[in-house]
């Protein structure tokens, strides 16, 4: 990531300065960062209000039910934290709140769940095998109903903006299958 | 009304009633949780400054631009439409970016064309994985993501060619 991050800043910079705009820096920073705060801003309340509701969740027990109706599937995909109750809800709820489309809400559990994960992690600054397939999952989108590209369709007149729900069921359930396929391959491998 | 717009509000109800049911003390578990959550939410704003920076900057520059366009002669030979290529490139990048590239694909080809298709496929299958990885990973201090990145671009690559073949057969 940290590669990542300085070739994405170096090239940004380098370019504006090959286009003779180096005033692109400069409006990148004062003006595009703002939707940073934006962001938190729109992420902070229905964070805070998600891991409040949730903590009601987890003082009723049920989240013993619900991980343990789901065990198989979880004992294939996180193997190693099979046992931790809190870690497997967590997940779970991120999942589900992400198939439903509800973005905010996910990251919200999304982030407790790595949490939990990193309660149990021996080195703190490398990703476990199960942060690594948790992440994987749902940056692969699993998505049901794409609605803001449906209502992006409908806007440019389209006659049929809803056709694409099922394409896009295909693409994306294949391209999850080869997110985890190849995430057990590389889970393989010794850190 | 639609469906989806019953899913939170019965959530919530259903959450509340059941925790009342089980003897918890909702609102003090509720303010609990709330702290707990806007805690995380500061946490990673640092994540998202960074990550918006590198990304905005990255487009905005031009380098987006040369990338596609040292791209095309390749892409061109297997047949890949050049007009999805910025629309492959922005979307694990930035969601707010994509929806620029991709209104621009429908404006110019109509929602209903195979690459208006195609583009729509491929944007409900993919997500922003260098994003969402770095907002995961920051909250809890990862620094080392070991294949993460990779795997999620191999994924997106799978979207990318599940989006056309997809398209192809189906309309």
Not at chain 2, 14 to 42: C, H, R, T
Not at chain 2, 94 to 102: K, Q, R, T, W
Request: hydrophobic share 50%.
């Amino acid at each position: 990531m940290k590669t990542m991050w300085c070739v994405l800043v170096l090239s940004g910079i380098f370019f504006s300065f090959l286009k003779g705009e180096p005033q692109t820096v400069t409006n990148v920073l004062f003006l595009d960062l703002q939707k940073s705060v934006e962001l938190i801003v729109s992420l902070l309340p229905i964070m805070a209000f998600w891991t409040g509701l949730m903590k009601v969740v987890e003082k009723t027990n049920i989240l013993n039910k619900i991980s343990y109706a789901l065990k198989p599937l979880v004992k294939f995909l996180f193997r190693d934290i099979i046992g931790d109750v809190k870690a497997v809800n967590a997940i779970v709820l991120t999942l589900s709140a992400n198939m439903l489309g509800l973005g905010n809400s996910a990251t919200a559990f999304g982030i407790q769940a790595m949490k939990e994960l990193q309660r149990n992690n021996k080195n703190k600054k490398i990703a476990t095998n199960a942060m690594c397939m948790f992440l994987i999952i749902n940056v692969s989108s699993i998505q049901l109903i794409p609605i803001n590209v449906i209502k992006l369709r409908a806007d440019s007149g389209s006659i049929a903006p809803s056709e694409i729900i099922l394409p896009t069921l295909v693409a994306t359930s294949f391209s999850t299958l080869i997110a985890i396929f190849f995430t057990k391959y590389y889970e393989r491998k010794k850190i | 009304m639609k469906f989806s717009d019953l899913i939170l509000p019965s959530l919530i109800a259903i959450i509340l009633l059941y925790g009342i049911v089980k003897g918890v003390d909702v609102y003090a578990a509720f303010v609990e949780g709330a702290i707990e959550g806007a805690k995380s939410a500061l946490k990673i704003f640092p994540y998202i400054l960074a990550i918006i920076f590198a990304i905005n900057l990255f487009i905005q520059s031009g380098a987006e631009e040369f990338i596609v366009n040292l791209l095309k002669p390749v892409t061109s030979i297997i047949g890949f439409p050049p007009e999805l290529l910025s629309l492959s490139i922005v979307k694990p990048l930035s969601g707010s970016g994509s929806i620029g590239v991709f209104q621009t694909i429908l404006d110019n080809y109509g929602a209903d064309s195979y690459l208006g298709r195609s583009a729509s496929v491929l944007m409900g299958s993919s997500e922003t994985i260098f994003y969402t990885a770095a907002v995961y990973f920051g909250a809890v201090g990862i620094s080392n993501y070991r294949y993460t990145i990779k795997v999620g671009l191999i994924s997106h690559l799978a979207s990318i060619v599940a989006s056309l073949i997809v398209c192809k057969l189906m309309f």
